[in-house]
């Protein structure tokens, strides 16, 4: 699984010809609260530009079930002779995204479940709406992350807890005892899922600025990572973590804006990072993920993009810039941010309400767990279900 930058001539000669800098996107793309994409703009669509050789491609996005399921021959003539547009599940506000073998779960803190896109089965259905006693019910989605066996686990900001499920939405166990946390706000889980790490963002109020840890399987409760501060090993404002495939944990230190990296049992091990507007710095940053080769991708809400690290905490590239209009690499209001197998990278807005997916360079197109044409029959056209949100109304997402 090759997920770091990579070099591919040919795809680079490919490129090189397309575009000398931006590559013009015109049609119906449909960018959530933002509207439609305006025609005759011009986006970014390689990683980085020309001359440059390419890392990574922008491949497709995602707005509702309408974007991955495909029309039937009924639904085309239909469309064809009524011009009618067609709709489907939209987001209201995605927060948190966690990827499996093209399984896409992405959580919505306003309609209350994790909503799944299933690209290569091409497939939508819903995680957290069950009304058994309240068993596996969601209410505030915020972190999501995957064990390697495809279980979800979700942060839940309300119940203060992590639910547990399959790969199909079946409840498994919730983790956590809701006295433990102030502020619930992201979550890592390591390969094995044996391992849970829950982010206390904590607030002025309290010295609670933390990572709770947790037995995935007994639930038994560990010894905390962190405490408030700004020394070496001490969090403010802490947003959230990932688990490096070597088990090494990096936490998004969000208020002494940083990250910081962990061995697997908690010791402090290194940091990087400061506040500033320059590479290599943060303003506002959120959450995080790590690829097979340990990389780590950070979402920064203020830069509108995401920066990538290698292990050490030395900066490959950015991907993204901040903008008011919807488009492919065009951010609002980012926030979280996931890497599957293939080196795949999921990226969500909660302004524009999508998750941009790109594509390693060293990938072809329908190479991987996540097959499918980003374009054709499962395309971005106008959806109507989704409604209208204060983008940013909480404090803690």
């Known amino acids: ?142 972190g999501l992350e995957v064990d390697d066996n495809g279980n979800l686990y979700v942060l839940d900001a309300t119940a203060k807890h992590i639910v547990v499920y399959d790969r199909d939405g079946k409840f498994i166990r919730n983790v956590g005892n809701p006295n433990d946390i102030s502020r619930p706000a992201g979550l890592g889980v390591d390969g094995e ?86 590479r290599g710095q943060f303003s506002r940053p959120k959450e995080a993920a790590v690829d097979s080769e340990g990389n780590i991708y950070v979402v920064d809400a203020a830069f509108g993009n995401f920066q990538i690290f290698n292990s050490e905490g030395a900066l490959l590239m950015a991907i993204g810039e901040r903008s008011n209009t919807a488009g492919p690499g065009l951010y609002s209001l980012p926030s979280g941010i996931a890497v599957d197998d293939d080196g795949r990278i999921y990226v969500v807005d909660q302004f524009f309400r999508k998750v941009d997916v790109y594509r390693p360079a060293a990938l072809e197109k329908e190479e991987g767990y996540s097959l499918g044409s980003a374009s054709g029959e499962v395309g971005n056209e106008d959806d109507a279900s989704a409604p209208s949100v204060d983008p940013d109304s909480s404090a803690t997402e």
Not at 18 to 41: F, H, N, P, Y
């Open 193 to 278: 899922g044996t391992r849970i790490f829950a982010v206390d963002i904590g607030g002025s109020s309290t010295d609670n600025h933390r990572v709770l840890v947790y037995d995935a399987l007994s639930g038994e409760r560990l010894p905390d990572i962190g405490k408030r501060g700004k020394e070496t090993g001490e969090f403010n404002l802490p947003r959230d973590a990932t688990v490096a495939p070597d088990g090494s944990l990096y936490v998004v230190d969000g208020g002494n804006f940083r990250v910081q990296k962990f061995s697997s049992d908690g010791k402090f091990i290194s940091t990087w990072g400061s506040i500033g507007r320059q």
């Open 1 to 142: 699984m090759n997920t770091s930058p990579m070099k591919n001539s040919k795809l680079f000669r490919i490129i090189s010809l397309l575009s000398a800098s931006a590559i013009v996107l015109s049609g119906c793309m449909v960018g959530g609260s933002g509207g439609k994409v305006q025609k005759g703009l011009s986006y970014k669509l390689v990683y980085p530009e020309p001359p440059d050789e390419p890392r990574f491609f922008y491949e497709r996005t995602i707005t509702s079930s309408v974007d991955i399921q495909p029309l039937s021959d009924m639904d085309r003539l239909r469309i064809s002779l009524t011009g009618e547009k067609r709709t489907g599940e939209g987001m209201a506000k995605p927060y948190g995204v966690a990827v499996h073998h093209g399984r896409v779960f992405v959580g919505d803190t306003v309609r209350q479940m994790v909503m799944v896109f299933d690209i290569p089965m091409k497939k939508f259905f819903t995680i957290g709406l069950e009304e058994n006693d309240g068993v596996g019910k969601l209410y505030r989605p915020m």
